[in-house]
């Protein structure tokens, strides 16, 4: 479960879908309330939501994990170039990025083949 900044309780932190406000509604409201209880219902049972069955959340899966650094990885490089563009710091933090990201997606078996990427 997450409690976004602005109060919304979502099922967990892969869902965009809001299950009640901590704003409007007390928290054993939203727990005990009719959207979590099915999600539990759904759980529990051989057919668990979509959610749950595309998750990448399982951290201790490594291939999940891996997934799931690559692709914060590539959203910090996407938020660094929209803050600062070609700037300095961008282009010092890119090769070590790229680099992170190869070596997340298997395509370097050596992290030798890393070296002089960053500084």
């Known amino acids: 479960m997450v409690v976004t900044a602005k109060g919304n309780v979502l ?3 892969s869902s965009r879908t809001s299950y009640g406000s ?7 409201e ?16 051989d057919r668990p939501p979509e959610m749950c069955r595309v998750c990448t959340g399982v951290a201790w899966e490594p291939a999940s994990f891996k997934r799931d650094a690559r692709q914060a990885v590539f959203w910090a490089g996407v938020e660094l170039k929209r803050r600062y563009g070609n700037s300095t710091l961008f282009n010092a933090v ?7 990201r190869r070596l997340l997606a298997g395509r370097v078996r050596d992290p030798e083949e890393l070296r002089g990427t960053g500084r």
């Open 11 to 13: 099922p967990c932190c």
């Open 22 to 28: 901590l704003l409007d509604q007390e928290f054993e």
């Open 30 to 45: 939203i727990w005990y309330g009719p959207r979590f209880r099915e999600l539990r219902r759904g759980i529990k049972s």
């Open 94 to 100: 890119k090769p070590p990025l790229k680099a992170l």
